[in-house]
């Protein structure tokens, strides 16, 4: 069995493993890179594996930065099956297509106003070539082992994260890999705790979080204390979310706050049909998370859901009266929010409130670390507005609930790789986990090769 890391080296973006085993190739994540210039040029070059040569796909969850890339390989050739579970499918066929469209519509205005140095500006991929990818998936159950080739299979345990969120491990008979995906959190109002995973060869753990510890404060009342403070002041609220797992979480801690009367009676809008969509497809998955069918229920209609462009740009140019507006996308890279961004970030009465990481590069790090101007659609806007962050939302594990996880092995893996991390959280989680559980740990490098047999 050999491993190339393709993605998540160096960055928590572009998740994407090569794994080859008896004859087979198989990617495990297939993400789109994100934030910094030079990691979005990846997106445009080839990938360093002919796409015609992978066996199968297989995604530990839907978020782009794991499944995004899939149009595109389906484009350039891929012909396999692409593995998940039934919700990441479900998701999968939401996000996916949003993506496309995006990216045309991104392209379109860009030519339209003429703010890009490709003449013409073309997206990544379409709307269309993420529909036709669609046809290549393949939903399968938890806990059951599956064939990939001779004498190879893999198998899937929940993770925690989002909904369908799982951990992979694939076994050849002698050798088996585990990949955490992206590892949620035992304490998680919404989402189930992570299931143990006790044995494993080998191990690639994700580290966005490895040099961090989730603050021990209630996101709940940090809620509730902006959205009074910002009501008082006149203002709008404007929380960029993503659209799958933190709009959810969002929208449950808004709930509880409208039933405690700790906000006042003020408008909550979900202005995302990507976000609506998936806040449906909570009362599918009932078994993906903690709520019951009631709760559930209530919590998916705690905001008013805002469909057209038309509802949406409505937003904008209300009567003033507070409000609150969550929209995607959560790092603020694209879809409606940038529009609510441009009409609220230069007013002081209001407040921009983000949920959790915000990548290097992103239009949310920058507004995170007091830039007192943003770029939206070609053209600067000043921010006046207040800007703050939720730092307990996340739906990633911190370093101590990661090496809590890990603290279930039985035995320690041969080796273990540390990846989906800016630099510094995982060089930290590297040491963590070599102090305080002495295990071999790496942190590897863009396309570097690993002979797991040797």
């Not at 008896?22 to 210039?37: E, H, P, T, Y």
């Not at 959280?425 to 490098?445: C, F, N, Q, Y």
Request: hydrophobic share 40%; with cysteine.
């Amino acid at each position: 069995m050999k491993l190339t890391f393709l993605g998540a080296t160096g960055t928590v973006t572009g998740s994407k493993y090569l794994v080859e085993a008896a004859g087979a190739k198989i990617l495990v994540d297939c993400g789109l890179f994100q934030g910094l210039k030079d990691l979005r040029r990846r997106n445009w070059a080839p990938l360093p594996v002919d796409p015609t040569s992978i066996d199968a796909v297989i995604l530990t969850h839907a978020h782009l930065d794991h499944s995004g890339y899939i149009p595109l390989l389906v484009r350039n050739g891929f012909k396999g099956q692409i593995f998940c579970s039934r919700a990441t499918q479900d998701l999968c066929g939401i996000l996916l297509p949003d993506s496309g469209y995006l990216q045309e519509a991104d392209a379109e205005r860009a030519n339209r106003y003429s703010y890009s140095k490709h003449k013409p500006a073309q997206p990544l991929y379409t709307q269309s070539d993420a529909e036709r990818s669609l046809r290549s998936f393949k939903a399968v159950s938890f806990g059951e082992e599956h064939r990939l080739a001779d004498g190879v299979t893999f198998s899937m345990a929940r993770s925690g994260h989002i909904l369908g969120s799982a951990f992979i491990t694939i076994s050849d008979g002698a050798t088996k890999l585990v990949f955490s995906g992206d590892l949620g959190r035992a304490d998680d109002p919404v989402m189930k705790t992570p299931a143990e995973i006790q044995d494993a060869d080998y191990l690639v753990v994700e580290s966005t979080y490895g040099d961090r510890l989730h603050r021990d404060s209630d996101p709940e009342a940090k809620l509730g204390r902006i959205i009074r403070e910002t009501a008082a002041r006149g203002g709008t609220v404007v929380i960029p979310a993503f659209a799958v797992g933190r709009t959810q979480s969002i929208l449950y801690h808004i709930f509880q706050l409208q039933q405690t009367g700790a906000i006042p009676d003020l408008p909550v809008f979900l202005d995302s049909p990507m976000a609506i969509n998936v806040t449906k497809l909570m009362q599918r998955h009932q078994a993906d998370h903690r709520l019951d069918p009631s709760l559930c229920a209530a919590v998916c209609n705690a905001a008013r859901y805002v469909t057209t462009p038309e509802e949406s740009r409505s937003l904008d140019d209300g009567p003033g009266v507070p409000q609150v507006i969550i929209s995607a996308s959560g790092m603020a890279t694209g879809g409606r929010v940038l529009h609510h961004l441009k009409h609220f970030v230069g007013d002081p009465r209001n407040t921009i409130l983000f949920t959790g990481f915000q990548a290097a590069g992103t239009r949310g790090s920058r507004l995170v670390h007091g830039e007192d101007e943003i770029k939206i659609h070609g053209h600067m806007w000043p921010v006046r507005a207040q800007v703050d962050i939720l730092h307990n939302m996340s739906a990633h594990a911190d370093y101590n609930e990661t090496l809590d996880w890990l603290g279930h092995f039985k035995a320690p893996p041969k080796r273990t790789f540390v990846t989906h991390g800016e630099p510094e959280a995982a060089s930290s989680l590297r040491m963590k986990i070599e102090d305080r559980l002495g295990w071999d740990v790496i942190v590897p490098e863009y396309l570097d090769e690993v002979d797991l047999g040797a």
